[in-house]
C-alpha cells in the first residue's frame, strides 16, 4: 500500500474516541458461554417486549417496504404534536434519540465549542461532542445526584450546550421541579439546554418536572424522548425532540432524508396508542424497582433510589469481576467502569421471575446469605 497512513487522513479529534459499549447482546452470550436461558438485564430495555400495538402496525405494513418513508413522517408528528400539545413545526424525529443528540451537537458546537454535562452520565454526550471536535466538560455529582446549580455555575463563554439527563443515567436519581426552575432562570438565554428525558415515564414522583412544560418559542430548550424504553422498541430506533421551531427546523436541515424508516413511523403511531401496554409497563417496573430494592436491603447491599428502570448498586469487589461472575451465572448485567464506577453495577428490572433470578444470582457472586 502506497498512500499516506489512515491516521494522517482522518480528522485528529477521532484518534481520542474510545467507541460505545453496549450492553452484550443475549446472542452473544448463548454463543460464547453456550449458555441457552441467560437473561439480559443490561440496556434498560422492555421486559414485556414491543407493543402489541406496534407489533401489529409493523404486521400490516410489511408489504409496503418497497416504498421510501415518508421524510417529513406528517402522520407521526401530526399524532405526536396531539399527544404532546405542541406544533408539528416543534417537533424532531430521529434514528433513536441518539441521533437527535448527534444533530444538536453538529448544529450548535463548532470545533473547540465547548459541550456542558454532569459526570456519571449516558456517555453519548461526550462521545459525539469528541465527534466533531468540541470540548466536553463535566461538573461532578453532589451526593450521587446531578448538581444543577453547579452546572450552572459552570457555564462560560465557550459553552454552547449543556446536556441533563433526568431521571440520570446510570445513578437513577432525579431532581426536582424547584431545582429544575432555579436553573432554568440562571442560564443565559443564548444557550441550549437539553433535557434528556429517556426515563421520565417511570418516574412516580410527581415532583419530577417535565421539560414539556418548560418548552416554548422564546427559549432554547429541547426536550427528548424516545419509543425504546417504556415503549419497546429499542430495535427498531425510533425518539423525538420538542424545542423551539427555528431551531428544529435547522435540526430538520441536517437530518439525512430518510433517517426514520417506514416501519418506525407505524409502530411510533400505534405505540402512542397502546395506553394498556404502557400501563402494563409502568406497573411492572415499579413494582420490579420496589421489589428488587427490598432484597438489596436485605442483603445490606446499597444502592441509589430510583426513579427509572434501572438500579445502581455498589458492591465491594470490581465491578468487572461481578459482571464476569454473573455472566456465568446467565445474567447480562453491566458493570459501570466505563461511566466512572468502578465498584458499582446497574441493573435494569425485568419481569418478576428474571428480578428473582437476579437476586439469587448476586447472592451467590458476592458470596452473600440468601
Ligand atoms: C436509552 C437512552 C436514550 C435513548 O436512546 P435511543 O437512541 O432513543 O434508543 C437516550 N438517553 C439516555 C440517557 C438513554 O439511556
Redesign the pocket.
Known amino acids: 500500500m502506497n498512500f499516506p497512513g489512515i491516521d494522517n487522513l482522518v480528522q485528529p479529534h477521532l484518534a481520542q474516541i474510545t467507541p460505545y459499549q453496549a450492553g452484550k447482546p443475549l446472542e452473544e452470550l448463548a454463543r460464547e458461554m453456550g449458555l441457552t436461558d441467560a437473561i439480559k438485564l443490561a440496556?434498560?430495555e422492555n421486559p414485556l417486549g414491543p407493543s402489541p400495538l406496534a407489533l401489529a402496525a409493523i404486521q400490516d405494513n410489511l408489504h409496503t417496504l418497497h416504498r421510501y418513508p415518508d421524510s417529513h413522517a406528517y402522520y407521526l408528528k401530526e399524532d405526536l404534536s396531539r399527544h404532546l400539545g405542541l406544533s408539528p413545526s416543534q417537533l424532531i424525529l430521529?434514528?433513536?434519540?441518539?441521533?437527535?443528540?448527534d444533530l444538536l451537537i453538529r448544529a450548535l458546537v463548532p470545533l473547540g465549542g465547548e459541550v456542558l454535562s454532569t459526570d456519571h452520565?449516558?456517555l453519548?454526550y461526550s462521545l459525539l461532542t469528541q465527534a466533531v471536535g468540541g470540548v466536553f466538560r463535566f461538573v461532578p455529582l453532589k451526593e450521587m445526584r446531578v448538581d444543577l446549580p453547579g452546572l450552572a455555575r459552570a457555564v462560560t463563554a465557550q459553552t454552547r450546550l449543556i446536556f441533563i439527563?433526568n431521571p440520570?443515567?446510570p445513578t437513577g436519581t432525579a431532581f426536582l421541579r424547584q431545582e429544575w426552575e432555579e436553573f432554568l432562570a440562571s442560564v443565559p438565554p443564548h444557550l441550549t439546554v437539553v433535557l434528556?428525558e429517556?426515563?421520565i415515564d417511570f418516574a412516580d414522583d410527581p415532583r419530577v418536572p417535565q421539560s414539556l412544560a418548560y418548552v416554548a418559542e422564546d427559549r432554547l430548550l429541547v426536550g427528548?424522548r424516545?419509543?425504546?424504553?417504556a415503549y419497546g422498541l429499542?430495535g427498531l430506533?425510533?425518539?423525538y425532540g420538542f424545542g423551539p421551531s427555528k431551531l428544529m427546523d435547522y435540526l430538520n436541515r441536517l437530518r439525512l432524508p430518510f433517517n426514520v424508516n417506514r416501519l418506525a413511523q407505524v409502530a411510533a403511531r400505534a405505540a402512542l396508542t397502546d395506553t394498556l401496554f404502557l400501563e402494563r409497563t409502568l406497573k411492572v417496573v415499579r413494582s420490579g424497582r420496589a421489589m428488587i430494592c427490598r432484597e438489596l436491603e436485605r442483603l445490606g447491599l446499597s444502592y441509589l433510589p430510583s426513579q427509572a428502570n434501572f438500579i445502581l448498586i455498589q458492591v465491594d469487589r470490581p465491578a468487572r469481576e461481578v459482571y464476569e461472575a454473573m455472566l456465568k451465572e446467565g445474567v447480562i448485567i453491566r458493570s459501570m467502569e466505563e461511566y466512572g464506577f468502578s465498584h458499582h453495577i446497574r441493573v435494569n428490572v425485568g419481569l418478576p421471575e428474571e428480578n428473582q433470578r437476579f437476586v439469587r444470582a448476586l447472592t451467590k457472586v458476592l458470596g452473600l446469605k440468601g
Open positions: 440496556s434498560n430521529g434514528n433513536g434519540s441518539d441521533e437527535i443528540l452520565t449516558f453519548m439527563n440520570n443515567n434528556d429517556a426515563y427528548l424516545t419509543f425504546s424504553k429499542a430506533r425510533i425518539g
